[in-house]
């Protein structure tokens, strides 16, 4: 256990026993009237008070609002003292009587910070607890406070008798000067709470309302007391703002309460947003699969037409050539032989096309090259075939998966193809390096730049052929700038 | 690549003079190909069988146009042309008045363009592979 913590529960028994022994006294007087009053308003605002401020205190020791609240618990037992009929004991209730309304200004000029921020607030505060404590004392020092409407109330013994003028003039100047400081302590709550934003006036509401009414009612009580009015109506207010001043912890609490609730709410609100959005932005992924799939499932139908016209346009042809070649060679091979060596010779020559052709389809449809010697060695032989010059800058030591070396060479090979045939470059250069469990794929050229990737279908293949892999691609290409395009691939 | 066409892609190789094969066939025929390869191949096939080819054109277009100009008695039509199908060159051919004998020809069988041949008006059809002025003959007699 916390010193903290003990230190706490320490001040909690003694309010306990405090509050017991005002009750003993309030009880056993024989000048407090109404009993029960007096001791209900005293045991519920001493305890709750300090129950409050402990609690405070324990959640947030860093706040000065929990010292505060239990101060203004403590020190609320003064009024229980002045039950009391031993004279001595009557004295201290009237000396301490006043010092919580100097703490509960300080307590609400400074909630719920528990810091006094401004200059001013500081100013009200120090007044406060000037006229609260030293002016009191002196006060008791020349007046008699049981002098007037109670009877059987303990005379005063420290009270230098004939200076009552003195004692008159001490309690008028304190009545004047805690008129203003009661108004400007509720105009400083009014102006805390207009300030502050929707989400803590949850908290602060209750506290402020409260403290603004209990502080309305005492200072109708000072005037009414500046004002020479009757003891009855300056006795109601004053129990009417104790009252108030009491339910002031439960108000604190109702408050935290509210927030604790608008919090669960904001949270809820929250969690549905959060929600609402995975939920948006699964459904947007789930589209961007199957348009990706969709894409993919067309481009293996487009590869496989683009094959069977490039068969049918190439080696095909040479093939057929060839056959009608072969043909005329032989009904020539005895009547004109000089011919048909002619025929042979173009015969051979369509031979060689059509192996060229089908060669370089096979390399299209998978370069033999890549899965027999890996991307190195098939980089080599793309950059030897570009007709802009090519320099592999950098390749990973080593074999990928296949799928990403395949990936990795397509991305490159169209890079360099479209670098070929549109971005009129001097030079290109082709870095592929393995990081941070991928591989990283930069093509870069010094041309023209201005490409589009939504113009071209083979980049958007080339894309979701990337992106199958949960790999990324970038194409940066400002014009006049050249083009670098990046790609990402995962790789463990 | 493609052969010069002063008229429409046509390249005229000799005057339309028809002569006659031994068995007495028209023998003045148009190569419609876009492959320049084929079409150097079918003319040497076809002279060395004494067809007289009389121009060559590389699309349905142009082809249109060769025939029109040149009159010839046969017209060798590919299937697949840029432009416009062989099917469809066959029908408009067809369509005129004293229409030339037409044989379509391809890479691929005919059975790979469904019933387009036989509904197609033209006297038959070989593939590339078997092409030869036997087959021709065979076709247009």
Known sequence: MSSLRRALIALGIFAVLLGLASLALILGSNHTSPKGVAATLILIAGWGFVGTGLYAWYRRPGNRTGPLLTAVGFTWFFQALESSDSPAIFAIGAIGLTVPFAILIHLLVAFPSGRLERAFERLLVAVAYFVTIPMQLVWVLFADPGREGCDGCPSNPVQIHGHEGLAEAISTAQGLIAIPLVAASIIVIYRRWRGSPASERRVLTPVLATGAVAFGLLLVQLVLGQAGAGNGPQRVTFIAAIAAFACLPFALLIGLLRSRIGRDEEVRTQLTAENEQLTAELRAKVEELRASRARIVEAGYDERRRVERDLHDGAQQHLVALAMSLRLVRGRLESDPEAAAELLDEAMGELDEATRELRELARGIHPAVLTDRGLEAALGGLADRSPVPVEIVETPDGRMPSPVESATYFVIAEALTNVARYAEAGEATVRVARANGAVEIEVRDDGVGGADPAAGTGLRGLEDRVAALEGTLLIVSPAGEGTTVTARIPCA | ?141
């Open chain 2, 1 to 141: 690549m493609w052969i010069a066409a002063p008229k429409g892609g046509v390249t005229r190789t000799s005057e339309p003079a028809p002569m006659q094969d031994n068995r007495g066939v028209p023998t003045s025929v148009l190569i419609v190909d876009d492959h320049p390869s084929f079409r150097l191949s079918a003319r040497r096939m076809l002279e060395a069988a004494g067809y007289a080819v009389v121009g060559e054109a590389e699309d349905g277009a142009a082809a249109i146009a060769a025939a029109a100009d040149l009159d010839p008695d046969l017209v060798l039509l590919d299937v697949q042309l840029p432009d416009i199908d062989g099917f469809e060159v066959a029908a408009r051919l067809g369509a005129a008045p004293d229409p030339p004998a037409i044989v379509l020809t391809s890479t691929r069988e005919s059975s790979d363009f469904g019933d387009a041949v036989a509904e197609s008006p033209v006297r038959g059809f070989v593939t590339k592979g078997e092409l030869s002025g036997e087959a021709l003959a065979a076709l247009i007699r």
